[in-house]
């Protein structure tokens, strides 16, 4: 079933199921009383049809994700940092406070091996817990039914439960959901593939900006000559491939001194070939434009939920200090489990003191458009991660340089043909304690440019112009990897958590756009839902985060 706007909300802010003591003999009975999970319900079913039962026989994996310990106190912890009064976490420091204790994992894996399941991994903060069976087994486990479906406005075929998955009542206070039992929705793109508009606009071999304008108009270049990343880490959150070779042709032509980029695959990687190989390029490439001495990694997972959650976590406990996604999808067509366990170990990350950047996207103020076979490409909507309050939603701008390299202007990125920087309200987080006001979360918080062809970029054998917030959000990420750097120099701490301190600042250190909409909201002085605060001001910017 698909999920209204009041009813995600409503499942969002409900109160938990209370816990009730769990024994060996509740566990060892054979048809436990279940509680149902609401925010497993998988999103947009009203739309597909379903084609007949899966296979008993046929092996699946999902994800069982646990719910955070201490929320009070992690909540707490947070703000205090924000304001400068606590240190950051280490990843078991974390663990050991704020996430699931061993006894609660074992409780949870003791029921899932009493169903016949094989428990394949748990994550190191103990917040998911890995699983694979055949279709009966899981059916049984999660007290439903799995069948194939069919999305002809997708075109393709998916797996997905019959209805709501359960789990034993004396297991609800501890379990958050069940995530890759659907796989109707994938992660999209922020894009590389935005239409260029055929004027030339920098230096670079496709007409595009080459990295010395892009890092001349933000102000780059007063960091120093040594602000070049020199013993940072950026990981990019990926669904793909890319080609070293295309990545050594960008470096060549603009003599970046990088090294090769590192790759991390969870669950096996992504194994849907080449399709998302202009994506990843994209944004390695941007990043060495930056911040060309930075050991990058590309973490790259399967393009389901399940991967999406096994990369965050692994992400968190690698303890990476700057993390890039330019991949994601409407909130309307995301599963609420989905979001709560993202947003669980995004707390995490945040607690640690990581910057996570994740584009707004492409479709101006109705995100669910550029999502193919949605049911709300009409809606106003914004992109997730990007709307979890502990991500740095990155919007887009068109950008204009003097003969100098300077900025002579900067206005909102909305080129027609439906291509514009995403904005606007979430309908799932409440508005944190750092944006004025009631009601939700807003974004973006910060852009950069993303004009389709203002990037001149080597994707998959040749050059070619891109854009799309898919590039500015590891622009902001190498950027704040140039300050994290000056930090280490001068005896700070890195960054964090940008938005807390961002908010503070009030718009005092960037570049206020304050022209153009994203075809809904409109750029004004100040923080507004076309480019939130506005774009990077280097020495200015950096001096600031680090006062």
């Known amino acids: 079933m698909a999920l209204s706007r009041s009813t995600m ?5 409900a109160v938990p199921l209370s816990l009730v003591t769990v024994g060996a003999p509740a566990l060892a009975q054979p048809t436990p009383a279940f509680s149902p999970l609401v925010a497993s319900v998988v999103p947009g079913l009203d739309k597909a049809v379903r084609t007949g039962a899966l296979p008993g026989s046929q092996r699946l994996s999902a994800a069982v994700s646990l719910k955070l310990r201490n929320q009070s106190e992690l909540d707490k912890l947070l703000a205090d940092q924000a304001a400068g009064h606590a240190r950051y976490f280490t990843p078991q420091q974390f663990r050991d406070r704020f996430g699931p204790t061993q006894g609660d994992v074992n409780r949870v ?7 016949g399941l094989s428990v394949t991994g748990v994550s190191a903060n103990r917040m998911a817990v890995d699983v694979s069976g055949t279709a009966d087994q899981l059916g049984a486990a999660f007290g439903t039914s799995l069948s194939k479906w069919h999305d002809a406005s997708l075109g393709r075929d998916f797996t997905s439960t019959d209805s709501t998955p359960k789990v034993p009542s004396a297991l609800s206070a501890l379990v958050n959901g069940v995530t890759g039992l659907d796989g109707h929705y994938k992660s999209a793109r922020r894009s590389a593939e935005v239409p260029g508009t055929g004027r030339s606009v920098g230096n670079g071999p496709a007409g595009g900006y080459t990295p010395a304008q892009l890092r001349s108009a933000y102000g780059l270049d007063g960091l120093g000559e040594d602000a070049d990343g020199t013993g940072q880490t950026i990981a990019l959150f990926e669904y793909g491939k890319f080609n070293q070779a295309d990545i050594d042709a ?10 090769p980029v590192a790759v991390k695959d969870i669950d096996g990687g992504n194994t849907d070939g080449d399709a998302a190989q202009s994506e990843v390029e994209e944004t390695v490439e941007v990043v060495h434009a930056i911040a060309p001495k930075a050991h990058l990694v590309v973490y790259d997972a399967p393009n389901t939920v399940s991967g999406e959650i096994d990369m965050w976590n692994a992400l968190v406990a690698d303890n990476v200090p700057v993390v890039s996604s330019s991949w994601g999808l409407c909130e309307y067509d ?12 995004a707390k995490q990350a945040s607690a640690q003191g990581m910057t996570f950047f994740a584009a707004s996207g492409d479709a101006g103020a109705y995100d669910c458009e550029r999502d193919t076979g949605t049911s709300h490409a009409a809606d106003l909507a ?3 991660p990007g709307s979890d309050p502990h991500v740095t939603s990155v919007g887009g701008t068109r950008l204009g340089l003097n003969a100098d390299g300077t900025r002579s202007f900067e206005t909102t990125w909305n080129q027609g043909g439906g291509w514009a920087t995403g904005g606007g309200v979430s309908m799932i987080f409440d508005k944190p304690a750092w944006q004025t006001g009631d009601g939700k979360r807003q974004v973006p918080d910060v852009s950069a440019v993303a004009y389709g062809g203002e990037y001149s970029l080597y994707l998959q054998g040749s050059w070619t112009s891109g854009g799309g917030t898919s590039a500015s959000a590891p622009l902001w990420a190498a950027y704040l990897t140039l300050v994290n750097q000056r930090a280490g120099l001068i005896g ?3 960054v964090g958590s940008l938005n807390p301190k961002l908010y503070a600042l009030g718009g005092l250190a960037v570049n206020d756009v304050t022209e153009g909409d994203n075809r809904f909201y409109k750029a004004g002085a100040g923080y507004d839902m076309a480019t939130g605060w506005g774009t990077p001001n ?3 910017l950096g001096d600031a985060l680090l006062g």
Not at 9 to 13: D, G, N
Not at 109 to 115: E, F, G, I, Q, W
């Open 250 to 259: 960008f470096d060549k032509q603009y003599n970046l001194p990088t090294a």
């Open 334 to 345: 995301r599963s609420l489990a989905a979001m709560q366990a993202v947003d669980a170990v």
């Open 538 to 540: 280097g020495v200015t």
């Open 9 to 13: 909300v409503a499942i969002l802010t």
């Open 109 to 115: 894996t003791d029921y899932l091996r009493s169903r």
């Open 492 to 494: 700070k701490l890195t």
């Open 382 to 384: 914004v992109d997730f």
